[in-house]
């Protein structure tokens, strides 16, 4: 048994095989080549067996000796030996955090803001994936929440979203900035991609630090002064 490996193009080669002079002729031999699945992450391997025959056949006049190989694979003749490998690192996926924030003065109280306001997910790198159930989601709860778009990544690059508020309540001013731009930046870390996620200025997006869109519930505190009146029998109304 020999193993080898290839070399910066691909190329395999054995090393040579003697056949001595008192072997009876014609000679033939059996190997086998098979390529070994040494585990590396990312890589898929062939798993093909060729079958290789060699026959040494010799002049009887000269004594040459006249090699022939053949390369078969499933019972079939083939000119060539050949390994395909398929490098496909394990995919990656993350949830971008949502937090919809209600800000409201000490003297009031905010309605109730569940599922009032939504959230749409829309790419604008050309390649850049999307949910594969929902683009859209709304705030889960009566002060805001977090909501989470989920994505899934297989092959290492840059891709930027764009994130929408959509939705109005009486008495609450919206954020300001209702589109916020987001990106993701995907490496391949040894076979096996690594995502992280950023605001346009570079602010990392983590679970404990959500993009954040911030409402302001803006009620007009009323102020007043009582005048009492006298009514015709000098009594105060």
């Known amino acids: 048994i020999e193993k080898v490996t290839n070399d ?3 190329q395999i080669v054995f090393s ?9 002729y014609p000679y033939t031999n059996t190997y086998f080549i098979r ?14 067996v060729y079958t290789v025959t060699v026959t040494i056949d010799q002049d009887e006049n000269t004594k ?22 398929t490098y496909a690192p394990a995919a990656v996926e993350i949830s971008i955090p949502v937090e919809k924030v209600l800000t409201e003065p000490d003297y009031a109280t905010a309605p109730d803001i ?4 939504s959230f749409t997910l829309t790419a604008e790198s ?4 999307l949910p594969e159930y929902d683009d859209t989601i709304e705030n889960p709860d009566a ?19 764009v994130i929408t508020e959509t939705g109005s309540v009486t008495n609450i001013v919206n954020d300001p900035q209702s589109s916020k731009k987001i990106i993701v930046t995907v490496n391949d870390d040894n076979g096996k991609l ?16 959500p993009l954040k869109f911030v409402n302001e519930y803006a009620v007009v505190e009323k102020t007043g002064t009582k005048v009492w009146l006298k009514d015709s029998e000098n009594r105060y109304n």
């Open 194 to 209: 690594v995502a992280t996620l950023s605001a346009e200025d570079g602010t990392p997006i983590t679970e404990n630090a």
């Open 114 to 117: 569940t599922g009032s306001f």
């Open 16 to 24: 040579a095989i003697e056949f001595g002079a008192d072997e009876v």
């Open 126 to 129: 050309e390649d850049a994936p």
């Open 35 to 48: 390529e070994v699945n040494e585990g590396k992450t990312g890589y898929i391997y062939d798993d093909k």
């Open 8 to 10: 910066a193009n691909g």
């Open 64 to 85: 040459q000796l006249y090699p022939k190989v053949e390369y078969s694979l499933n019972g079939t003749t083939i000119p060539d030996t050949v390994f395909n490998n």
């Open 143 to 161: 002060d805001g929440g977090i909501a989470y778009f989920h994505l899934q990544f297989t092959k290492a690059g840059t891709y930027t979203y």
